[in-house]
Nanobody, 120 residues
Framework: QEQLVESGGGLVQPGGSLRLSCAGS????????ITWYRQTPGKQRELVAV???????NYADSVKGRFTISRDNAKNTVYLQMSSLKPEDTAVYYC??????????????WGQGTQVTVSS
């Protein structure tokens, strides 16, 4: 089954930046909207950002103006550029694919995610 692989997480100080990558390898990636989620212990996974196959984007209010999602279809990769990071951005970040823009229901098995820790 097609799977997406997240990378790029790490430890960063408040106010810093990180760029996460989501690499795909199959046909779904090229036609699907790609979504970034994050999850902290004891909480539900939260949708952070989405980029459609045509490049349209949308963001959660909590990250609007600080995060930028983009995709490079030639490389089958979606990026999440995170700036002005806050401690509350600390989470495991996951990406997935959605075939319905209306529901954004994830269609792939969840990967390992990548840990982002914002701390001084």
């Amino acid at each position: 089954q097609e799977q997406l692989v997240e990378s790029g997480g790490g430890l960063v100080q408040p106010g810093g930046s990180l760029r996460l990558s989501c690499a795909g390898s199959g046909r779904i990636f090229s036609v699907a909207a790609i979504t970034w989620y994050r999850q902290t212990p004891g909480k539900q996974r939260e949708l952070v950002a989405v980029v459609t196959s045509g490049g349209s984007t949308n963001y959660a209010d909590s990250v609007k103006g600080r995060f930028t999602i983009s995709r490079d279809n030639a490389k089958n990769t979606v990026y999440l550029q995170m700036s002005s990071l806050k401690p509350e951005d600390t989470a495991v970040y996951y990406c997935n694919a959605a075939l319905s823009i209306a529901t954004l229901t994830p269609v792939l098995q969840w990967g390992q995610g990548t840990q982002v820790t914002v701390s001084s």
